[in-house]
């Protein structure tokens, strides 16, 4: 049996709480003992309108069953407001869960500029927003969490999709860096990238399938990723449908060319399946990591 997680005296804020995802994970953070601040601004999932009831029918079921919650209305955008409203009600900010996001779905050469711009403002710039403001807290009490929700849309690609794809991957590039300069402060930085049968995915996903991707089977693995017991940090996650991968950057061992003679784009042409053959990659951490083949090829040809 392992050891029970217990949020005790921990709070957490988790965006878009009032439906799909973000209310189970809600839920399970409260059934875990910890106090929860639901945020939602209750629009449309394409970003249009505010409502405060889904938050608060959230609260209002979490507290049915006896745990601890608030409502908050604000948007991501104003990140800073729902922060406060969390040291406001429980004095303190353990855990973010950013989970808040719209879609704009349409193909790239349809694409306005409306469309790019409001997925990138709420799932990144309202990402960074809450974070930003959660992040002093975090540092000053030595402890924090962080979940950035990416999607397989930006890891793979998906048709349609070029403002949300961008916006999903961008939220992972941002969780390497902070989990970069978080560790020194013990703040842990994951992203997931899930897939669950929500408002968000109806239609999408056939009938059957959808029933089976409920919004619950995501909520253990971020609890999981949130709490002390662990020290995964940088890590990125698919989720779904009772089923969890980590996933991770491959490199080829690559080609080396003689920096001081030149080459040519017809060298390159010569040499595309070695630059392209994974036998024996590579699984860099870092940015040294990294780099460490091209140091390597400066060596080979520096004398
Ligand atoms: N459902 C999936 O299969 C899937 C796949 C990949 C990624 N995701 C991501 O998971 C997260 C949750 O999505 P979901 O499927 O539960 O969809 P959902 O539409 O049910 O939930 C999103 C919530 O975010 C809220 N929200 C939107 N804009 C907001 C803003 N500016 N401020 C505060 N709240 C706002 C909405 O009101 C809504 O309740 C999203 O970031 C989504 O992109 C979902």
């Given at each position: 049996?392992?050891?029970?997680?217990?949020?005790?005296?921990?709070?957490?804020?988790?965006?878009g709480?009032g439906g799909g995802l973000g209310?189970?994970?809600?839920?399970?953070?409260?059934?875990?003992?910890?106090?929860?601040?639901?945020?939602d601004l209750g629009g449309s999932s394409h970003g249009e309108g505010a409502n405060?009831?889904a938050?608060?029918?959230?609260?209002?079921?979490?507290?049915?069953?006896?745990?601890?919650?608030?409502?908050?209305?604000?948007?991501?955008?104003?990140?800073?407001?729902?922060?406060?409203?969390?040291?406001?009600?429980?004095?303190?900010?353990?855990?973010?869960?950013?989970n808040a996001g719209i879609l704009r779905d349409?193909?790239?050469?349809?694409?306005?500029?409306?469309d790019?711009?409001l997925v990138?403002?709420v799932h990144?710039?309202?990402?960074?927003?809450?974070?930003?403001?959660?992040?002093?807290?975090?540092?000053?009490?030595?402890?924090?969490?962080?979940?950035?929700?990416?999607?397989?849309?930006?890891?793979?690609?998906?048709?349609?999709?070029?403002?949300y794809?961008?916006?999903?991957?961008?939220?992972?590039?941002?969780?390497?860096?902070?989990?970069?300069?978080?560790?020194?402060?013990?703040?842990?930085?994951?992203?997931?990238?899930?897939?669950g049968?929500t408002r968000m995915t109806e239609g999408l996903?056939?009938?059957?399938?959808?029933?089976?991707?409920?919004?619950?089977?995501?909520?253990?693995?971020?609890?999981?990723?949130?709490?002390?017991?662990?020290?995964?940090?940088?890590?990125?996650?698919?989720?779904?449908?009772?089923?969890?991968?980590?996933?991770?950057?491959?490199?080829?061992?690559?080609?080396?060319?003689?920096?001081?003679?030149?080459?040519?784009?017809?060298?390159?042409?010569?040499?595309?399946?070695?630059?392209?053959?994974?036998?024996?990659?590579?699984?860099?951490?870092?940015?040294?990591?990294?780099?460490?083949?091209?140091?390597?090829?400066?060596?080979?040809?520096?004398?």
């Open positions: 049996m392992n050891d029970a997680i217990c949020f005790d005296q921990q709070v957490v804020i988790i965006t709480a209310r189970a994970h809600a839920l399970l953070f409260a059934k875990h003992g910890a106090r929860v601040v639901v945020n405060t009831s938050a608060d029918l959230v609260v209002a079921e979490i507290r049915a069953a006896g745990g601890v919650a608030v409502a908050n209305h604000d948007s991501v955008t104003d990140g800073g407001k729902i922060v406060q409203n969390a040291l406001d009600s429980f004095g303190r900010v353990d855990v973010l869960v950013n349409k193909s790239f050469h349809k694409m306005e500029d409306a790019w711009d990138y403002k990144v710039e309202g990402a960074y927003k809450v974070t930003r403001a959660a992040w002093a807290h975090m540092r000053e009490q030595n402890f924090g969490r962080v979940i950035f929700t990416a999607s397989t849309s930006g890891i793979y690609g998906n048709f349609g999709q070029s403002n794809g961008m916006a999903k991957l961008g939220l992972y590039g941002l969780t390497r860096t902070l989990a970069l300069e978080g560790r020194k402060n013990n703040i842990l930085v994951n992203a997931i990238a899930p897939t049968g996903i056939p009938p059957q399938v959808f029933e089976q991707l409920k919004p619950e089977l995501i909520s253990p693995l971020v609890v999981y990723l949130a709490s002390a017991a662990c020290s995964e940090t940088a890590g990125l996650f698919e989720v779904g449908g009772g089923w969890i991968g980590k996933v991770r950057w491959e490199r080829s061992l690559g080609a080396g060319f003689d920096p001081r003679a030149g080459f040519s784009a017809e060298d390159v042409a010569a040499h595309w399946q070695q630059i392209c053959d994974f036998e024996g990659a590579v699984h860099p951490q870092d940015n040294m990591a990294a780099m460490r083949e091209m140091m390597v090829n400066l060596q080979k040809f520096a004398s």
